[in-house]
């Protein structure tokens, strides 16, 4: 519609532009008028120089041929009444005259005379309808961007919600509430306003709330945070009143938050401080959420990952007082999710879900079912008439790594240090016991990176050994190690696992208190600052002595794991030859290929041992970014 429009007042433009031009050389066809004075003019007529005059009130143009010139005809203009006596001699004289009304006739007139009203309107109009697009409806700025779900659209039930169990039970009578509020109060059952989803992306919050308004059959408002902060100061707190007026005539019903942090971070927390928008949009949140009655059958449901950021006094009783987590499937939860998904495709025979979910920790529900789908896509492609393991075993890698970039040019030299690079991360993985058993190795470019080696843990990792760490810092440095010993050179591909290894010997050191000189001090910040910086909010604490310690502490962990990279990979040089040259020439080593070539009997590993984890300050709980469910060692 908008474009439409543009293009209009485009064709206007043009269309006007061009009358003016025409208008302009019309009028400016007599060129080289020269003006002459009104008394020059008159004796020219006495001496019968002049041949034709037009007269357009006082404005006199015309062209003599004066008597003494070189004989051209002269253009001329000039200001002046004329009277009776000039028209009287003008006649005696012969010389042609007309009058010319001073009135600006028709339409070019008219034009020249409203242009720019016609342009000023034309714009306006123009802004108006921008505006409406954007907030569709000029008028309607404060209106709520929520979607409502009836009801009938919503189909969602408990049944769709697999692998979450404990989080499905805690919400159950919300369920009972919402089909009768009045009756459940009655007879004393206290139910919260507010309850907070808490758990990372793709872990199923908005399919949980939906589900659970479509199992009380009611209607469904989902919005997200970010859609109250607007730029104009107030439109998100008029949005957060319209939802709730909307969701008090549709009640029972449930209203669901998406992005909560978006909108309720502590308040004071931006820098410039004081009311932003986002702070007056929260108030109004809070305002609504006091205000109503909790029989008046509204639950107000959000979601975050970052619950420490909140505003305390969201969390305070009467809002948000009620805390469900939503964990990340377990095996079994991440096979009860797949059940799900497949429950409408057709599986081949040799499909074992059992054994996906095995090799998916770290999975959410949504990228399972993203699984479930690639599968699927890839299936078609290759017209199958089922899904085959082979098919999920694609769509796993296509999930974690990204999609093959076969097209790629890579030069052989690239290609060659790519192998030893992957050959080097696999190596070390492999001859080192404890790691996590390399599942795949190989130089076929995906995403960003050239090549890559994957490690596959036995279970679900929730904590890391500081032995388990440094050999992972091990692995990380091996592909550079590789290369240094079968070139002599060292390439930007290694950039990324520098960055990974310092990464995780920084948080040894400053957060798990793994460093004997260090301590077992947390010097890190917990990240809350919404502004500042991690680092910058770090550094100002620490003293220039202890920094230095951290700084050394971090460099000879990395140092020694180098060393140890080295040493390891001198060793076997042969394998890494031969591992190199098998990637070279068939791109892909699985695990089974990769124990052939090193002689080695398919080993079971086992669980560290309960007596191992009872070292218990040796063990660090994993932080959200040190998470590695699948470790990818990208080149
Ligand atoms: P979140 O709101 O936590 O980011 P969603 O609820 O939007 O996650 O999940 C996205 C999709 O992933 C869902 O629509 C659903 O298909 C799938 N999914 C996520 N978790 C589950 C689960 N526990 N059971 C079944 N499907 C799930
Ligand atoms: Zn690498």
Redesign the pocket.
């Known amino acids: 519609m908008n474009s439409g429009f543009l293009k209009n007042l485009f064709v206007w433009f043009i269309i006007f532009a061009s009358l003016m031009g025409a208008y302009q050389i019309l009028s400016e066809g007599k060129k080289n008028t020269t003006e002459i004075q009104y008394s020059e003019f008159l004796s020219r007529v006495d001496s019968g120089e002049v041949l034709e005059v037009e007269i357009k009130g006082n404005q006199i143009n015309g062209q003599y041929i004066p008597i003494n010139g070189s004989g051209g005809t002269v253009y001329f203009e000039t200001y002046g009444p004329a009277g009776d006596d000039l028209l009287k001699q003008m006649t005696e004289k012969r010389v042609n005259f007309k009058f010319i009304s001073t009135q600006e006739s028709g339409f070019l007139a008219f034009l020249i005379n409203w242009a720019p009203m016609i342009i000023l309107i034309a714009l306006m109009i123009f802004f108006i309808r921008q505006i409406q697009a954007g907030g569709r409806g000029a008028m309607s700025f404060g209106k709520s961007r929520a979607k409502m779900l009836s009801k009938e659209d919503n189909k969602k039930t408990f049944a769709?919600?697999?692998?979450?169990d404990e989080a499905k039970d805690e919400v159950q009578e919300i369920v009972d509430f919402l089909k009768n509020p009045k009756k459940f109060t009655k007879l004393g059952g206290r139910i919260p306003k507010g309850i907070l989803l808490v758990?990372s992306?793709?872990?199923?919050?908005?399919?949980?709330a939906k589900a659970i308004a479509g199992e009380a059959g009611v209607p469904f408002f989902i919005i997200s945070g970010s859609d109250f902060v607007e730029m104009f100061v107030g439109v998100g707190a008029s949005r957060v009143r319209d939802l709730f007026a909307q969701a008090k005539k549709n009640s029972p019903c449930i209203i669901f938050v998406?992005e909560l942090d978006a909108v309720g971070r502590h308040r004071g927390a931006g820098l410039g401080g004081g009311h932003d928008e986002r702070e007056q949009t929260l108030n109004q949140l809070l305002v609504e959420m006091d205000g109503f009655e909790a029989t008046e059958g509204i639950i107000v449901m959000a979601?975050t990952n970052r619950p420490d950021v909140l505003d305390p006094a969201i969390l305070r009783p009467g809002r948000f007082d009620r805390q469900v987590v939503?964990p990340k499937?377990d095996v079994k939860g991440r096979e009860e999710?797949l059940k799900?998904?497949s429950k409408n495709v057709p599986l081949d025979s040799d499909v074992e879900l059992n054994t996906v979910a095995r090799s998916t920790p770290g999975f959410?529900?949504?990228d399972l079912?993203n699984l479930i789908n690639e599968a699927a896509i890839r299936a078609a492609r290759e017209s199958h008439t089922k899904i085959s393991m082979n098919d999920i075993e694609f769509a796993k890698d296509k999930v974690i790594m990204g999609s093959e970039r076969k097209s790629l040019v890579i030069n052989d030299h690239e290609r060659k240090v790519t192998a030893y690079h992957e050959a080097g991360h696999a190596l070390v993985a492999k001859l080192t016991p404890g790691t996590d058993p390399v599942h795949k190795v190989t130089i076929i470019p995906r995403g960003m990176a050239l090549g890559l080696t994957m490690q596959i843990p036995i279970e679900d990792k929730y904590m890391m050994s500081r032995d388990y760490l440094l050999k992972t810092i091990n692995i990380l440095l091996a592909g550079r190690a590789a290369e240094e010993i079968i070139f002599n050179e060292r390439t930007t591909g290694a950039g990324n696992d520098l960055e990974r290894a310092s990464e995780i010997a920084r948080k040894m050191v400053t957060e798990w208190g793994m460093s004997e000189k260090v301590g077992p001090i947390r010097l890190t910040k917990k990240e809350g600052e919404v502004f500042l910086g991690k680092e910058m909010s770090t550094g100002s604490q620490l003293s220039p002595t202890t920094s230095e310690i951290i700084d050394s502490e971090i460099k000879s962990i990395i140092v020694n794991a180098n060393n140890e990279a080295m040493n390891l990979l001198k060793e076997n040089e042969k394998f890494l030859h031969d591992l190199a040259n098998l990637l070279l020439e068939q791109e892909v080593v699985d695990s089974k290929e990769l124990n052939k070539l090193l002689g080695i009997e398919e080993e079971i590993k086992s669980p560290p041992s309960n007596n191992e984890q009872e070292k218990a300050s040796n063990w660090s709980p994993i932080t959200p970014e040190t998470t590695t469910a699948f470790s990818e060692i990208e080149d």
């Not at 769709?160 to 979450?164: F, H, Y």
């Not at 992306?201 to 949980?208: D, I």
């Open positions: 769709d919600v697999a692998g979450i758990g992306p793709g872990t199923g919050k908005t399919l949980l998406d979601a939503v499937p999710i799900v998904h959410s529900g949504a079912e």
